[in-house]
């Protein structure tokens, strides 16, 4: 995966990446396995938990970066 957008799905996201969970979760976003999550967008389950979404798109897009580097 090159770079995570707020509009992808959450499910999306973890499917092409699982590594990705941590993060997400150490953010406050706890409920990664849960149904709702494989069809709502970052964005929208930042809304909902409260998170500064482009905060979190960063700090995932830095982890993708320092990893595939």
Same mark, same amino acid.
């Given at each position: 995966?090159? $770079?995570?957008?707020?509009?992808?799905? *959450?499910?999306? *996201?973890?499917? =092409? /990446? +699982?590594? *990705?969970?941590?993060?997400?979760? +150490?953010? !406050?976003? %706890?409920?990664?396995? &849960?149904?709702?999550?494989? !069809? $709502? @967008?970052? =964005? =929208? +389950?930042?809304?909902? %938990?409260?998170?500064? &979404? /482009? @905060?979190?798109?960063?700090? *995932?897009? $830095?982890?993708?970066? +320092?990893?595939?580097?």
């Amino acid at each position: 995966m090159k $770079e995570v957008t707020k509009d992808m799905l *959450i499910g999306q *996201i973890l499917q =092409e /990446d +699982a590594t *990705i969970a941590p993060i997400l979760m +150490a953010s !406050g976003m %706890h409920c990664v396995g &849960c149904p709702s999550s494989q !069809g $709502e @967008s970052l =964005e =929208e +389950a930042s809304m909902v %938990h409260g998170m500064d &979404c /482009d @905060s979190l798109v960063a700090r *995932i897009n $830095e982890y993708l970066a +320092a990893k595939n580097a």
